[in-house]
């Protein structure tokens, strides 16, 4: 664990606002260990964000196995022609949405890096999950990749951002104490501009920031860390992608989500106790988990 030189006996608590204990890429016995590692660490809280129907159900019984888990479900971009064969998929995902430990709608959004799915299928199947969450009232978890304004548009056009939606949900604190709207849409492993990120803020969204923060190189994702109040933060692992540093090159795991905190913490120039702290208070905030 990554500790503050002036108080090592601190308790860190961590929360880890995205990650894959449903990655298909494990095995059942790849799976409990990964989740005993996180059950003994300093992760106290993590968010399972499902891709599609069948990780959709892997995170729900990944929520009711481990105490520190909980689920998000919905269709990522790649998987959405999934959803053109079965439409009626996107009708289990509604009722499985009120399953107990079920906290957002997600993860969703646009991939044009990849293209797995056509774009017009990507563009539908995302607008009809938002009408989904905002339906049942529920936060949003956005991918973006190589489609940052048209992310943007689509959620602006389908209320993602509107007064009523932030009706529906408490409003956090600022950086000065005040009381501002929250729209309860989290922009997960942001690589935008810190311009993005800044319009972001101002509609209520939330930034999750991830290993890649960690790369030396990184400049643009460090600016923005430095340039968004950490109120409007979380951190992730998107494990097991994304391996921060000390650790890339290795498949990545939640419990490394300690380095993501840290450069945070270094960027921010504040200690590594506060910003666990700050993170993980965010991301409850977000995930409406008390």
Same mark, same amino acid.
């Given at each position: 664990?990554?500790?503050?030189?002036?108080?090592?006996?601190?308790e860190v608590?961590?929360?880890?606002?995205?990650?894959?204990?449903?990655?298909?890429?494990?095995?059942? /016995?790849?799976r409990? +260990?990964?989740? =005993? %590692?996180?059950?003994?660490? !300093?992760?106290?809280?993590? #968010?399972?964000?499902?891709s599609?129907?069948?990780?959709?159900?892997?995170?729900?019984e990944n929520?009711?196995a481990?105490?520190?888990?909980?689920?998000?479900?919905?269709?990522?971009p790649?998987?959405?022609?999934?959803l /053109?064969?079965?439409? +009626?998929?996107? =009708? %289990?995902?509604?009722?499985? !949405?009120?399953?107990?430990? #079920?906290?957002?709608?997600?993860?969703?959004?646009?991939?044009?890096?990849?293209?797995?799915?056509?774009?017009?299928?990507?563009?539908?199947?995302?607008?009809?999950?938002?009408?989904?969450?905002?339906?049942?009232?529920?936060?949003?978890?956005?991918?973006?990749r190589?489609?940052?304004?048209?992310t943007?548009?689509?959620?602006?056009?389908?209320?993602?951002?509107?007064?009523?939606?932030?009706?529906?949900?408490?409003?956090?604190?600022?950086?000065?104490?005040?009381?501002?709207?929250?729209?309860?849409?989290?922009?997960?492993?942001?690589?935008?501009s810190?311009?993005?990120a800044?319009?972001?803020?101002k509609?209520?969204?939330?930034?999750?920031?991830?290993?890649?923060?960690?790369?030396?190189?990184?400049?643009?994702t460090?600016?923005?860390?430095?340039?968004?109040?950490?109120?409007?933060?979380?951190?992730?692992?998107?494990?097991?992608?994304?391996t921060?540093?000390?650790?890339?090159?290795?498949?990545n795991?939640?419990?490394?989500?300690?380095?993501?905190?840290?450069?945070?913490?270094?960027?921010?120039?504040?200690?590594?106790?506060?910003?666990?702290?700050?993170t993980?208070?965010?991301?409850?905030?977000?995930?409406?988990?008390?």
């Amino acid at each position: 664990m990554v500790k503050n030189e002036t108080d090592k006996t601190q308790e860190v608590v961590l929360f880890d606002a995205h990650t894959h204990i449903n990655s298909e890429n494990y095995t059942a /016995e790849q799976r409990a +260990e990964v989740a =005993d %590692k996180v059950t003994n660490s !300093a992760v106290k809280y993590a #968010v399972d964000p499902a891709s599609n129907l069948s990780s959709t159900i892997q995170s729900i019984e990944n929520a009711a196995a481990y105490d520190w888990c909980y689920a998000a479900v919905g269709y990522h971009p790649h998987d959405s022609r999934e959803l /053109e064969e079965h439409p +009626e998929y996107l =009708d %289990k995902i509604r009722e499985l !949405a009120s399953s107990d430990k #079920v906290v957002a709608i997600g993860e969703i959004g646009l991939d044009y890096y990849y293209d797995l799915s056509e774009r017009d299928v990507q563009r539908r199947w995302f607008r009809e999950q938002i009408r989904m969450a905002n339906d049942l009232k529920m936060p949003i978890v956005i991918h973006s990749r190589e489609a940052d304004q048209e992310t943007m548009d689509i959620l602006k056009e389908e209320g993602a951002f509107s007064r009523e939606r932030q009706s529906w949900f408490e409003p956090r604190k600022g950086p000065d104490g005040e009381l501002l709207p929250d729209s309860r849409v989290l922009l997960h492993c942001f690589s935008q501009s810190v311009e993005m990120a800044k319009q972001y803020v101002k509609l209520g969204a939330t930034i999750s920031i991830c290993g890649p923060v960690t790369y030396k190189n990184n400049r643009k994702t460090q600016e923005v860390v430095k340039n968004i109040p950490i109120e409007f933060l979380t951190v992730e692992t998107d494990a097991p992608y994304l391996t921060p540093v000390p650790h890339r090159g290795k498949p990545n795991i939640s419990p490394y989500v300690e380095f993501v905190a840290a450069k945070v913490a270094e960027l921010k120039g504040i200690s590594y106790e506060e910003a666990a702290a700050i993170t993980c208070a965010n991301a409850k905030h977000f995930y409406n988990i008390k």
